[in-house]
């Protein structure tokens, strides 16, 4: 079972903040962290010359230090230490991998913004970047797990999200459903029919999913959840079935059983990570 011992959540001074510091502490009592870095990257490049002069006797840093303290003091309530770092960088991402990599960072919370005004700290450069596990929060996120769906390709790489699941399940009685997409080959297509083999290719997979479950050997019990879809469109398929769902949070590891370099991000993964489906998305490293 992994650790989380300190924890990095991404503020940027927008009213998704108080979403991401509540949840934080909801998590932060789960998982029995031991400190939180709240870090803020002032951007004084983007500051337009028209204020500059009213800005000139303003320590930025100060007035936004004290802005954070105030907000985390407010609602953040689980007893454990914190600290509010504030900064100056030209790029948010590196300051972040900065203070993950200085304060040996076990879990990155950023605020998921995508096809919403402004992009948010959320990116795909971010995702590549850091050592440590990710989790996007959408502004509708809420801090309760009572359902995780873990997503696999049934590869001995994906076997790390259970380590996830894992920490967050002790003591708990948070459920879990294994979540894969398979697809029917589409090589004997022209002698084979579709039709005629889905029945063996869902039996197939059927097995192997339990024969994987057998090989975790999991405390918990999982139930497993699979979707007929494509290879090329399994995040697709994850996306617009957990929308359906109840699910409180998506577990995904970095990347499967397809990926060849071991600094790569998997495409399912990185699909899923520059999207908003409205769940909470846990990409774990």
């Keep these: 079972m992994k650790n989380y011992k300190n924890i990095l959540v991404a503020l940027d001074l927008s009213d998704l903040d108080e979403i991401l510091i509540k949840y934080a502490s909801f998590l932060c009592e789960r998982l029995k962290a031991e400190k939180v870095y709240f870090v803020h990257n002032i951007k ?15 320590n930025l840093d100060q007035v936004i230090g004290d802005e954070l303290n105030e907000k985390v003091q407010e609602h953040f309530k689980a007893a454990i230490d914190w600290e509010v770092l504030i900064s100056e960088d030209p790029y948010s991402e590196s300051l972040i991998k900065y203070v993950v990599d200085k304060y040996a960072i076990q879990l990155a919370i950023v605020g998921n913004k995508k096809h919403e005004k402004g992009t948010g700290l ?10 440590c596990d990710i989790l996007a929060l959408p502004r509708i996120a809420q801090p309760d797990i009572e359902l995780i769906w873990a ?16 920490a ?3 003591h708990d009685g948070t459920s879990l ?22 029945p063996k290719v869902e039996k197939h997979v059927k097995e192997k999913i339990e024969k994987y479950i057998r090989k975790i050997n999991y405390s918990e019990s999982i139930e497993p959840l699979y979707f007929l879809g494509r290879e090329s ?6 996306i617009a079935n957990i929308k359906k769902s109840n699910a409180d949070l998506l577990v995904v590891a970095d990347k499967g059983g397809n990926t060849f370099s071991p ?22 490293k």
């Excluded at 049934?154 to 076997?159: D, I, K, T």
């Excluded at 469109?233 to 994850?238: L, R, S, T």
């Design 233 to 238: 469109g399994a995040a697709q398929k994850i």
């Design 263 to 284: 600094f790569a991000v998997g495409s399912v993964t990185e699909e899923l990570f520059n999207a908003n489906f409205g769940v909470p998305l846990w990409v774990t």
């Design 122 to 131: 959320v990116s795909g450069k971010l995702l590549r970047l850091l050592r």
């Design 151 to 166: 997503g696999t390709d049934l590869s001995p790489e994906s076997r790390k999200v259970f380590n996830v699941t894992k």
């Design 44 to 58: 004084k490049y983007e500051i337009s010359e028209l204020f500059e002069e009213q800005l000139k006797d303003v």
């Design 168 to 170: 967050l399940q002790e």
């Design 177 to 198: 459903k294994l979540v894969h997409v398979y697809s029917v080959p589409v090589q004997f297509s022209p002698y084979v029919s579709a039709e005629s083999m889905a």
